[in-house]
Every structure is written in C-alpha cells, then in structure tokens.
C-alpha cells in the first residue's frame, strides 16, 4: 500500500512559481513511478509530468515542457513538481499517482491505469 499527500497549492499571479509535494508513506515508494496529472473545473484530468523510479527519466506533457520541472527524493519518499511562468490556464487541481511497472511515457499515455492516487492540491493562477 502507498498512501499519497499532495501539498503546496496555492493561489499565484501569472508569471510566477509553485512547487508541489507529493508525499508518500510505505517502504515500496521507490518501486513505483510517479507522476502529475491535474484536472479544471468541467475538464477531464489529464497528465502533467512523471519520472521513472529510479529518477533517470522525465516525460512531460507538452503544454508544460519547458516551464515544469518534475523531480523525487526516494530517500524522503517525496516526488515534486516545480511550476514557472505559471499560466491562467494552468489553474487546477493537481493530482499525483503511482504506478508499479510503468515507465515515466507509460504514465502520459494510461491516465485511468494507476494504482494509487492523491486526494490533490488546488493551484490558482490569476491573470
């Protein structure tokens, strides 16, 4: 069992910076890749970042490359998300999730395949 808690939410203007914590409970953390995924009032959820296991890979969805930065901590069973040059269309909540086998690309592409979830954190980006 992983359990997982979002944190870092916030409201911010346009232009600015977050950083999310997802934080994970269970020895098996590390086995698991993570990732983001967000959803907007009246939207589907859809994927933001993940990363491999073991760190060495990153896989981005393209309306974020460039300006968020996906990162995790095994050791403090932590996965991040850093948010610049936020957006208006950003605004969200954010979600994130693990999944045991898949590969950080694997995660972009299989939304409703993971095996645990975080309750999430609301990011407001005001114009």
């Known amino acids: 069992q992983v359990q997982l808690v979002e944190s870092g939410g916030g409201l911010v203007q346009a232009g600015g910076s977050l950083r999310l914590s997802c934080a994970g409970s269970?020895?098996?953390?590390?086995?698991?890749?993570m990732g983001w995924f967000r959803q907007a009032p009246g939207k589907e959820r859809e994927f933001v970042a993940a990363?491999?296991?073991?760190?060495?890979?990153?896989y981005y969805a393209d309306s974020v490359k460039g300006r968020f930065t996906i990162s995790r901590d095994n050791a403090k069973n932590t996965v991040y998300l850093q948010m610049n040059s936020l957006k208006p269309e950003d605004t969200a909540n954010y979600y994130c999730?693990?999944?045991?086998?898949?590969?950080?690309?694997?995660?972009?592409?299989?939304?409703?395949?993971?095996?645990?979830w975080g309750k999430g954190t609301l990011v407001t980006v005001s114009s």
């Open positions: 269970g020895r098996t953390f590390s086995n698991y890749a």
């Open positions: 999730a693990a999944r045991f086998g898949y590969t950080a690309q694997a995660m972009s592409v299989m939304t409703n395949g993971m095996d645990y």
């Open positions: 990363i491999s296991r073991r760190t060495d890979t990153t």
